[in-house]
């Protein structure tokens, strides 16, 4: 343009429009090229680091979930992630276009004056002495930001989790103000980078001036000994201010990406984190149809969490028959879960073997060996979504043995009722469903996996006495030609168990019959029984030596919780006795009036007070 305005070479207007329209398809060309390559590149950059990360994650071992909080975990798949995948890019793209404006720049400057090359490399040391004083401090508050962050997430996280509890004890302030610290905690890290980012600009600034004097003087005394045009001139004057500008800025980029990288670091670090045991040995995968039988074999099992802690499971060798019910129980810290997890192989053996089968299940791989044993967990897992989706998540199963399985474990009615059907929303964590059909659905995953080995881990320890015979009445019918190893701190649970493995810090102090645990009062079940009091303490006897059948009352039990399909037109659920008393009466409410059983505006309603547990024998007496 300086050329075109002073009519340099002669050119006509034509070929002046021509070069200065090639030269700005140019820089548009390099412009494309340079945002292209930069946000794609970047963007498989950031998808190859967050598929890593979510593998790692979900593939680490127990210990990995055991010594890193929930908001460190969230903080690296949200802020970390957030920055990677937008700032990141963006900013570096902007520092990049700044870099080869500032280099094009300065290489005008001095073309037109030359002079000028030694005061600007003077303020590019001072630049690059400002930068590096300023990277430092901004890179470790953007750590400190990031770290501060953590705990945050983690308290609002917890305090979700925990709203009832809040509530009941009249803690809302206090978890506020909690809140409130954390956040103010988190903010002052954030208001010193702000800070920081003003001292730079301030500094920039000044050495901006101090380029635009420099190219100014620089012009002045290049004139006095070489001629030079008024627009060459004021190109460079025009060039500097513009240089001036772009440093700062430049400065300020340069060191956000530093910053920005430490989420690189970060994400980074989570994508070589020590995963569990492979998924698949095609090497040593056993049989399709393995396991046949239910065996299983401990042979000097020692197990810890992680290498620096002590052992929780310590030489324990004992076997277990094909389609035997076993109790474990014990005093809290015995070892019970941990057995259990090593079954799972959720957490490695330190030393010992487990055989299923006649099969070494550390040398086959994970998937194989956790779909070869069902599990009823102590804390119901429920996915959103609908409830086909919860039972059967691989739509491996008809409808009609969906339906099969819902009838076995007690919840056709309520999915019947509902107008969707198998398609019922399950909303986040199975909020609109209780504890005990949260449960009782696991027990449906359960009864639909067709497995010889089925866990129990403290399964009803959270629901009402009806529920557990619910599920104790089917888990003894259905699985009857299963091995069932059941953990349960009611002993009323496990009593009628083939045998009982009674655990004390990590060893078996014993492994016999319940009546041979009762007949032996030096043992310790026999203490754990007695501890439940005396009245209760008989009956356990009675049930281990055969003189009564819990079978029978766990039955009774369930009749009285079991939902039933009659569902009056008001959608009031009725009880077994109910249904029987409509079948004699019939549907007219005269005659069931003439029963003397008030069933009010919605005929008939449920029952309470003593005929409520009444258990109707004779349905015409």
């Given at each position: 343009?300086?050329?075109?305005?002073?009519?340099?070479?002669?050119?006509?207007?034509?070929?002046?429009?021509?070069?200065?329209?090639?030269?700005?398809?140019?820089?548009?060309?390099?412009?494309?090229?340079?945002?292209?390559?930069?946000?794609?590149?970047?963007?498989?950059?950031?998808?190859?680091?967050?598929?890593?990360?979510?593998?790692?994650?979900?593939?680490?071992?127990?210990?990995?979930?055991?010594?890193?909080?929930?908001?460190?975990?969230?903080?690296?798949?949200?802020?970390?992630?957030?920055?990677?995948?937008?700032?990141?890019?963006?900013?570096?793209?902007?520092?990049?276009?700044?870099?080869?404006?500032?280099?094009?720049?300065?290489?005008?400057?001095?073309?037109?004056?030359?002079?000028?090359?030694?005061?600007?490399?003077?303020?590019?040391?001072?630049?690059?002495?400002?930068?590096?004083?300023?990277?430092?401090?901004?890179?470790?508050?953007?750590?400190?930001?990031?770290?501060?962050?953590?705990?945050?997430?983690?308290?609002?996280?917890?305090?979700?989790?925990?709203?009832?509890?809040?509530?009941?004890?009249?803690?809302?302030s206090h978890f506020m103000e909690v809140c409130y610290d954390r956040l103010d905690l988190n903010n002052r890290a954030f208001f010193v980078c702000l800070s920081g980012g003003?001292?730079?600009?301030?500094?920039?600034?000044?050495?901006?001036?101090?380029?635009?004097?420099?190219?100014?003087?620089?012009?002045?005394?290049?004139?006095?000994?070489?001629?030079?045009?008024?627009?060459?001139?004021?190109?460079?004057?025009?060039?500097?201010?513009?240089?001036?500008?772009?440093?700062?800025?430049?400065?300020?980029?340069?060191?956000?990406?530093?910053?920005?990288?430490?989420?690189?670091?970060?994400?980074?670090?989570?994508?070589?984190?020590?995963?569990?045991?492979?998924?698949?040995?095609?090497?040593?995968?056993?049989?399709?149809?393995?396991?046949?039988?239910?065996?299983?074999?401990?042979?000097?099992?020692?197990?810890?969490?992680?290498?620096?802690?002590?052992?929780?499971?310590?030489?324990?060798?004992?076997?277990?028959?094909?389609?035997?019910?076993?109790?474990?129980?014990?005093?809290?810290?015995?070892?019970?879960?941990?057995?259990?997890?090593?079954?799972?192989?959720?957490?490695?053996?330190?030393?010992?073997?487990?055989?299923?089968?006649?099969?070494?299940?550390?040398?086959?791989?994970?998937?194989?060996?956790?779909?070869?044993?069902?599990?009823?967990?102590?804390?119901?897992?429920?996915?959103?979504?609908?409830?086909?989706?919860?039972?059967?998540?691989?739509?491996?199963?008809?409808?009609?043995?969906?339906?099969?399985?819902?009838?076995?474990?007690?919840?056709?009615?309520?999915?019947?009722?509902?107008?969707?059907?198998?398609?019922?929303?399950?909303?986040?964590?199975?909020?609109?469903?209780?504890?005990?059909?949260?449960q009782l659905l696991c027990l449906g995953r359960a009864l639909l996996k067709p497995t010889k080995i089925l866990v129990m881990d403290e399964a009803t320890a959270a629901v009402?006495?009806?529920?557990?015979?619910?599920?104790?009445?089917?888990?003894?019918?259905?699985?009857?030609?299963?091995?069932?190893?059941?953990?349960?701190?009611?002993?009323?649970?496990?009593?009628?168990?083939?045998?009982?493995?009674?655990?004390?810090?990590?060893?078996?102090?014993?492994?016999?019959?319940?009546?041979?645990?009762?007949?032996?009062?030096?043992?310790?079940?026999?203490?754990?029984?007695?501890?439940?009091?005396?009245?209760?303490?008989?009956?356990?006897?009675?049930?281990?030596?055969?003189?009564?059948?819990?079978?029978?009352?766990?039955?009774?039990?369930?009749?009285?919780?079991?939902?039933?399909?009659?569902?009056?037109?008001?959608?009031?659920?009725?009880?077994?006795?109910?249904?029987?008393?409509?079948?004699?009466?019939?549907?007219?409410?005269?005659?069931?009036?003439?029963?003397?059983?008030?069933?009010?505006?919605?005929?008939?309603?449920?029952?309470?007070?003593?005929?409520?547990?009444?258990?109707?024998?004779?349905?015409?007496?």
């Amino acid at each position: 343009l300086s050329f075109w305005a002073i009519g340099y070479g002669g050119y006509d207007i034509l070929e002046y429009l021509g070069v200065y329209w090639v030269l700005s398809m140019a820089a548009a060309l390099f412009i494309w090229l340079r945002i292209s390559t930069v946000f794609s590149s970047g963007i498989l950059a950031a998808k190859s680091l967050h598929k890593h990360m979510f593998e790692k994650v979900l593939h680490s071992s127990m210990s990995f979930f055991d010594t890193t909080p929930y908001g460190v975990v969230m903080n690296r798949f949200s802020k970390d992630t957030d920055s990677v995948d937008n700032l990141l890019i963006s900013t570096l793209n902007s520092y990049l276009g700044n870099m080869a404006m500032i280099i094009s720049t300065f290489l005008l400057i001095c073309l037109i004056a030359p002079i000028f090359i030694l005061p600007m490399l003077v303020v590019m040391c001072l630049y690059y002495y400002v930068q590096q004083y300023y990277r430092c401090s901004s890179r470790e508050l953007k750590r400190l930001d990031s770290v501060s962050r953590a705990p945050l997430y983690s308290h609002i996280s917890e305090s979700m989790s925990g709203v009832t509890s809040i509530r009941a004890y009249n803690l809302e302030s206090h978890f506020m103000e909690v809140c409130y610290d954390r956040l103010d905690l988190n903010n002052r890290a954030f208001f010193v980078c702000l800070s920081g980012g003003c001292w730079l600009d301030v500094r920039c600034q000044f050495l901006g001036a101090l380029i635009v004097f420099f190219a100014s003087l620089a012009v002045v005394a290049w004139r006095d000994y070489h001629v030079l045009s008024d627009a060459l001139a004021a190109l460079a004057v025009t060039s500097a201010l513009l240089m001036s500008s772009i440093l700062g800025i430049f400065v300020r980029l340069g060191t956000s990406t530093e910053a920005l990288m430490t989420s690189v670091q970060r994400i980074a670090e989570y994508t070589k984190l020590k995963t569990e045991a492979p998924a698949e040995i095609p090497e040593t995968e056993p049989p399709p149809e393995w396991p046949e039988k239910g065996d299983i074999v401990f042979t000097d099992y020692v197990m810890r969490y992680r290498p620096d802690l002590d052992p929780v499971v310590k030489n324990l060798s004992f076997s277990i028959k094909s389609a035997e019910k076993i109790g474990i129980v014990g005093r809290t810290g015995a070892g019970k879960s941990s057995l259990m997890l090593a079954l799972f192989r959720m957490v490695e053996a330190s030393s010992g073997t487990v055989h299923i089968n006649g099969v070494d299940i550390s040398t086959i791989g994970l998937n194989r060996l956790r779909n070869s044993v069902a599990i009823i967990p102590q804390e119901p897992v429920i996915f959103s979504g609908t409830l086909r989706y919860n039972l059967d998540p691989f739509e491996r199963y008809s409808d009609e043995e969906l339906w099969s399985t819902l009838e076995r474990c007690h919840l056709k009615a309520m999915v019947m009722a509902a107008d969707e059907g198998l398609m019922m929303p399950v909303s986040e964590n199975g909020d609109n469903f209780s504890i005990g059909q949260k449960q009782l659905l696991c027990l449906g995953r359960a009864l639909l996996k067709p497995t010889k080995i089925l866990v129990m881990d403290e399964a009803t320890a959270a629901v009402d006495i009806e529920t557990d015979a619910l599920i104790q009445k089917t888990v003894r019918t259905e699985f009857a030609d299963r091995t069932v190893l059941t953990i349960a701190h009611r002993l009323n649970t496990i009593i009628d168990s083939d045998r009982i493995l009674v655990l004390d810090l990590g060893r078996i102090s014993e492994f016999d019959t319940p009546q041979a645990l009762l007949d032996n009062p030096e043992s310790l079940f026999y203490s754990l029984a007695h501890e439940t009091g005396e009245a209760n303490a008989a009956y356990l006897y009675g049930v281990a030596s055969g003189k009564i059948s819990l079978l029978d009352d766990l039955s009774a039990l369930a009749e009285r919780a079991q939902i039933n399909a009659v569902v009056c037109d008001s959608g009031v659920e009725l009880s077994p006795e109910e249904v029987e008393l409509r079948e004699i009466y019939g549907e007219d409410e005269k005659e069931l009036e003439d029963s003397e059983v008030d069933f009010g505006d919605c005929p008939p309603r449920p029952l309470s007070g003593a005929f409520a547990s009444f258990r109707v024998s004779d349905p015409k007496h």
